[in-house]
């Protein structure tokens, strides 16, 4: 079992979320990685959404895909996500066992319509006497 942390939606605390990398200065979308010459290492990433400020990390925004609210990674809620690996040879054999099961209440459910059948045996009618008497 691992644990993991997770954001979730400042309003309805949905982990359904889309992450948004943004510019940490005016908050736009659109930014590069530098290249070239002028390029200064120590700050890898270029907003080209107005600003042109220089950043060494992008600023990351949440948009919840439940109710659209968009919030910043300050105002996000985390929750720990706990995650668990299966076993399959105990997932085989437990299907095995429903299987068995199964099967199991199908026959017993076709027995009890055999018994029901069998305890509706013909009882012939006093009508069904006469009719034979009369013609013989």
Same mark, same amino acid.
Request: net charge neutral.
């Given at each position: 079992?691992? =644990?993991?942390?997770?954001?979730?939606?400042?309003?309805?605390?949905?982990?359904?979320?889309? =992450?948004?990398?943004?510019?940490?200065?005016?908050?736009?979308?659109? &930014?590069?990685?530098?290249?070239? =010459?002028? @390029?200064?290492?120590? +700050?890898?990433?270029?907003?080209?959404?107005?600003?042109?400020?220089?950043?060494?990390?992008?600023?990351?925004?949440?948009?919840?895909?439940?109710?659209?609210?968009?919030?910043?990674?300050? !105002?996000? +809620?985390? +929750?720990? =996500? &706990?995650? &668990? @690996?299966?076993?399959?040879?105990?997932?085989?054999?437990?299907?095995?066992?429903?299987?068995?099961?199964?099967?199991?209440?199908?026959?017993?459910?076709?027995?009890?319509?055999? !018994?029901?059948?069998?305890?509706?045996?013909? +009882?012939?009618?006093?009508?069904?006497?006469?009719?034979?008497?009369?013609?013989?």
């Amino acid at each position: 079992m691992t =644990t993991r942390k997770s954001s979730s939606c400042s309003r309805c605390e949905s982990g359904d979320v889309t =992450t948004i990398p943004v510019c940490p200065r005016c908050g736009g979308r659109l &930014f590069m990685k530098n290249v070239g =010459t002028e @390029a200064d290492a120590a +700050k890898p990433f270029k907003c080209l959404d107005g600003c042109g400020e220089q950043f060494e990390e992008v600023a990351i925004n949440y948009r919840c895909n439940l109710c659209g609210k968009g919030y910043t990674q300050a !105002e996000s +809620k985390y +929750k720990h =996500t &706990f995650e &668990f @690996a299966i076993n399959h040879q105990i997932m085989d054999e437990l299907q095995r066992q429903v299987d068995a099961a199964d099967e199991l209440s199908q026959w017993e459910l076709q027995n009890q319509q055999v !018994e029901q059948n069998t305890n509706r045996s013909w +009882k012939p009618s006093r009508a069904s006497f006469r009719s034979r008497s009369s013609s013989s």
